[in-house]
């Protein structure tokens, strides 16, 4: 039994662990660049000078995602596309991002 127990409080941390990665500026800035990338290969090139990532160099977890209504549609189609190779946490900023992109377009 102990050893059951200390599998289980092992696979525990370790998924702290993963949560925590998952939410690292580093990691975050990585995705927002990957989907940036994809929005704008997919997007028609007229369309694609209007997407940009900025980071804040202050405060590194706040990200600035600027893109034209018309371009929109390929950043929602880039995040979801990267959703299942994203860690846990990062899927869920992501998903959340999603929907405020999606809010904000029918304002």
């Known amino acids: 039994m102990p050893g059951e127990e200390m599998r289980v409080l092992e696979r525990m941390l370790e998924e702290i662990?993963?949560?925590?990665?998952?939410?690292?500026?580093?990691?975050?800035?990585?995705?927002?660049?990957?989907?940036?990338?994809?929005?704008k290969a997919e997007a028609p090139s007229h369309l694609s000078g209007s997407i940009e990532v900025m980071q804040d160099p202050i405060l590194p977890m706040k990200?600035?995602?600027?893109?034209?209504?018309?371009?929109?549609?390929?950043?929602?189609?880039?995040?979801?596309?990267?959703?299942?190779?994203?860690?846990?946490a990062t899927r869920l900023y992501f998903q959340k991002l999603s929907e405020i992109i999606q809010q904000e377009m029918y304002r």
């Open 63 to 88: 990200f600035e995602f600027k893109t034209s209504r018309r371009a929109v549609k390929y950043v929602l189609e880039a995040i979801e596309r990267n959703l299942p190779s994203m860690p846990t």
């Open 17 to 39: 662990e993963n949560l925590k990665l998952g939410l690292d500026p580093v990691v975050l800035s990585g995705w927002y660049n990957k989907i940036e990338s994809d929005a």
